[in-house]
């Protein structure tokens, strides 16, 4: 079945360091492939997503490449800020009367 | 667009008590699910609709949970009877399915704390 997996957390960074998420796959056909986010007490909301090989998600200085030969979907961003600390979930699609597949959520706190 | 609307935002209740959740989606959206989130379990997928007709139930508990779609665009998950172990967020989510993508709009969440 279809599967999601991200690095274990949670990741502490200070301000305006590097940052990657790691975000693997599994599934069958060609995935869709999202970044949500959840700031604290609210919902999940879109970051960025793609839908096709070697597309490149972007939002808020965030991206993240398609790499179907790695099967990957890493989440990046040169400058974090204070502001980007929350949980980041990973997730697939893969078509009609589908579900979306999350992965398990890391918690990423950015002190300044 | 006002979102996806959930009532109430927190619920406080005891054990063997009903809980009713509410959830109204967002208009022209035609496909809902229902999400609990933990600390222990993260986030877990419950149920989903496409359409008002539910496509997956397996995430469901057990039987003291049940969700309907009375309309298209109003939503309930009940818990009959409640137990402390079901205290958790509660999310949902509508989406408007087209072509190969699924963009997912979550509400704001209900917090169940059952004693």
């Known amino acids: 079945g279809d599967s999601v997996t991200q690095m274990e957390g949670p990741v502490t960074l200070s301000e305006e360091a590097c940052l990657t998420i790691?975000?693997?796959?599994?599934?069958?056909?060609?995935?869709?492939l999202f970044w949500y986010v959840q700031y604290p007490g609210e919902g999940l909301q879109l970051l960025l997503k793609?839908?096709?090989?070697?597309d490149k998600g972007s939002n808020k200085g965030f991206e993240a490449t398609y790499r179907k030969e790695t099967t990957s979907f890493h989440l990046e961003k040169g400058s974090v800020q204070v502001s980007d600390s929350a949980v980041y979930f990973c997730?697939?699609?893969?078509?009609?009367?589908?579900?979306?597949?999350f992965g398990k959520g890391i918690t990423l706190s950015v002190r300044p | 667009d006002a979102g996806v609307i959930q009532s109430p935002r927190h619920e406080v209740t005891e054990m063997g008590q009903e809980v009713t959740l509410r959830c109204k989606l967002i208009?022209?959206?035609?496909?809902l699910f229902w999400y609990r989130q933990t600390m222990m379990r993260g986030l877990e997928l419950l149920i989903y609709?496409?359409?008002?007709?539910?496509?997956?139930d397996s995430g469901m508990p057990e039987d003291r949970f049940s969700a309907k779609m009375p309309n298209a665009s109003f939503s309930t998950l009940k818990i009959q009877p409640s137990e402390p172990r079901d205290s958790a967020v509660y999310f949902c989510?509508?989406?408007?399915?087209?072509?190969?993508?699924?963009?997912?709009?979550f509400g704001p969440g209900t917090r169940l704390t059952v004693t």
């Open positions: 790691n975000c693997t796959y599994t599934a069958t056909g060609y995935p869709s």
């Open positions: 997730a697939l699609y893969t078509g009609a009367n589908s579900k979306l597949t």
């Open positions: 208009s022209g959206h035609n496909s």
């Open positions: 793609a839908t096709k090989a070697d």
């Open positions: 609709f496409n359409n008002n007709v539910p496509i997956d």
């Open positions: 989510a509508s989406s408007n399915r087209q072509g190969s993508s699924d963009e997912q709009y």
